[in-house]
């Protein structure tokens, strides 16, 4: 038995995944209206839960805010269960002084792919995690995509930075896109299709392929070639690269900032 606290977008996404594969899951979510059909159990609140559940994991999927308030009820199963938080910029450490300072913790960071099963999530285990609890972690996670881990947890903010944020940066190429395709005298609807498939063409021709991203950025580059004079634009020293990196120094120590 699964214990899934919140069961919102991420926690909704995982709870579809997990029945899929056949597991038994018990879910907390104040807003009966999203109790999902399938659970073994829901309730609206850990207080009504059976005093004798003893569930394999508790999967905490509420948003960071709710953290203080809601997992101090949760913390009577830190003696069988492992806990796997998917809570953004909730330390192992933070975690752990609302649940009990002996909980066992794996802190981990999806993104929003997850909600297609297309995610990646990074976890780090907290001490006294078992091998056999990191991979119940890793195969309740992998039913939204892809896992990774580190060991030490703070790579978990430049993580945070590149994969957490990374689609929104995707997405932002394809705004950009449309207006500089709109900028060089492309009708605005024809410029935001072109975009649109443009970025979603090449994210799927990139999964498709076991090249380096590099490799495929020199097949569609002739040399002498109209998309070789834009990505001498694109990748002159204080341009892309560079701009990328100061971003992603940016979002980490915003990650750095936030962590409790
Ligand atoms: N979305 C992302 O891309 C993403 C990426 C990385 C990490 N995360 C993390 O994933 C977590 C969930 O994000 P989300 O986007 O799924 O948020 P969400 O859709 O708001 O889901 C959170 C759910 O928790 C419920 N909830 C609130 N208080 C609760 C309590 N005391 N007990 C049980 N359930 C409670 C909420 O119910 P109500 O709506 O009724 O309040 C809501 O359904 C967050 O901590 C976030 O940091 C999300």
Redesign the pocket.
Known sequence: MILL?????????MFAGWRAAGRDVAV????AA?HPAGAALAVA??ADLPRTLAPEAVV?????Q??A??LP?YARFAERSVFV??????SVGGMQALLGGSARIVRA????P??IGR?ITVCCAGQGVSAAEKALAESLLKTVGQVAWVEDEALIDPV?ALS?GG?AYVFLLAEVLEQAGIANGLPAELAAQLARATVAGAGALLDASSEPPATLRRNVTSPGGTTAEALKVLMDAPAWPALMTRAIAAATARSRELAG
């Open positions: 606290v919140g069961c919102g977008k991420m926690g909704g996404a907390v979510e104040p807003d999203h609140d850990a905490l999927a509420v948003k960071p709710e953290a308030k809601t009820a938080s998917i809570m953004a910029g909730k960071m999806p993104n929003t997850a909600a995610g945070t957490g689609p």
